[in-house]
């Protein structure tokens, strides 16, 4: 029986992890990732690992290992990432697929745990013709994210050692519970952390909003429109009461902040000033570097133990070449619109209350979170240096 709570606060830990390591290499760049869909596609690695290797990942995506971990996964795919548009709520969409070498036979039992969890089916390539294998994995993210996340397995990614890949894509569109007038947009600046000032499109509001006030930082949570969906996603802005302190910030960031104190963010207060920048952000990079400083590297070496993915005499000599995560997000005045997706390249080892009115400007660096409320689930995360750069 998988203890949910658990699980999630496990998610937790480890989302805040991954986004700690992957903006500490960043310096002052925009940043936007789900770690959801990283941990998707290590929780479908760790279905044809075993030992040690399934040990590690489990460790650093902070699930059980096992049966457990896949109940959990499939219950995210099923509750947590289900379309609501049909109840006019936010669209959703979840896709998970393996490609394996022809010359390779999947295991029945990887390929039940991959079905029966992730909704995922075992297709068959030759990936001796690397190029159009890598570009059938990337026309596929592409469909699954409404054309959002292109090239996401880059070129030299795919070679003739490459023996499977396992990838997911995930979509998100959800409209403001209370939507922003474009009429109230207008330029306004913005002060980035080297001390310059930019021009960005703002938007206002005079309406009461979710905001308050937290020792190091000032927080607002918009809610999407659900519908008739029991779900409630938000996305949550973490401004800094400092112009510069987002990267003093991001250091002390606890589970405890994301996962608690945003929740409770539930009394809405009337406000002298609002201005929110629009933006959009395109973020890619390779995983393993992060995962690395998590602790997770028997996947990535000669010690790998993924052989219980494929019937075939090399089966031990597996391991995961390379991860490469790729996310889109875009905040306006109607909602937001975004998608990532993530693919694991596996290779064969050696070859290569009453509150006063408040202000809420966010005028300079911040955070963001796209989370469901009830399960307390992180989708999107990221960083907003820069409203005005589409990386």
């Not at 990432?81 to 109840?87: P, R, T």
């Not at 006019?88 to 393996?98: D, H, I, T």
């Not at 991001?250 to 207060?269: C, G, M, W, Y």
């Not at 390249?345 to 290569?352: C, N, R, V, Y």
Request: aromatic share 8%; glycine share 6%; net charge negative.
């Amino acid at each position: 029986m998988v203890d949910v709570a658990a699980s999630v606060h496990g998610l937790s830990e480890f989302s805040l992890e991954l986004y700690k390591a992957v903006v500490k290499s960043q310096e002052d760049k925009n940043v936007a990732l789900s770690p959801l869909s990283i941990g998707l596609a290590l929780a479908m690695t760790s279905a044809g690992a075993k030992g040690p290797t399934l040990d590690q990942i489990s460790k650093c995506i902070r699930l059980p290992s096992g049966e457990p971990m896949h109940d959990f996964c499939g219950q995210l795919k099923t509750v947590v990432l289900a379309d609501a548009s049909g109840a006019g709520g936010p669209q959703f969409a979840l896709a998970n697929r393996v490609w394996v070498d022809q010359s390779m036979k999947v295991k029945p039992a990887f390929q039940k745990v991959l079905k029966d969890s992730y909704g995922s089916e075992a297709g068959s390539v030759d990936f001796s013709k690397s190029e159009e294998a890598r570009e059938e994995v990337n026309a596929w993210a592409k469909e699954e994210t409404h054309g959002k996340i292109e090239d996401l397995l880059p070129s030299g990614s795919v070679d003739h050692t490459t023996r499977l890949v396992l990838a997911n894509a995930l979509y998100f569109k959800g409209a403001w519970k209370t939507p922003f007038e474009e009429e109230d947009t207008t330029e306004g600046d913005f002060f980035l952390l080297n001390g310059k000032t930019i021009k960005v499109p703002m938007m206002h509001t005079q309406k009461k909003q979710l905001v308050k006030d937290f020792q190091h930082f000032k927080a607002l949570r918009l809610p999407y429109f659900a519908g008739d969906d029991k779900r409630l996603f938000s996305m949550s802005i973490i401004l800094p009461h400092e112009r510069n302190g987002l990267p003093d910030l991001e250091k002390t960031l606890d589970v405890k902040t994301i996962a608690d104190d945003l929740r409770h963010i539930s009394q809405e207060v009337p406000l002298i000033n609002f201005a929110l920048p629009k933006f959009k952000i395109s973020s890619g990079f390779e995983v393993p570097e992060a995962l690395q400083s998590l602790g997770l590297t028997l996947p990535f070496g000669s010690d790998a133990d993924l052989s219980e993915m494929v019937d075939s005499p090399s089966a031990g000599q597996l391991m995961v070449s390379n991860m490469f995560h790729k996310t889109f997000v875009e905040v306006n005045e109607k909602g937001t619109e975004a998608a990532a997706a993530t693919a694991a390249t596996i290779m064969l080892k050696g070859i290569s209350m009453f509150q006063k009115p408040t202000e809420f400007v966010a005028d300079h660096p911040f955070l963001f979170l796209i989370k469901e409320e009830l399960t307390n689930v992180i989708v999107f995360t990221g960083r907003i240096t820069d409203p005005s750069a589409l990386n």
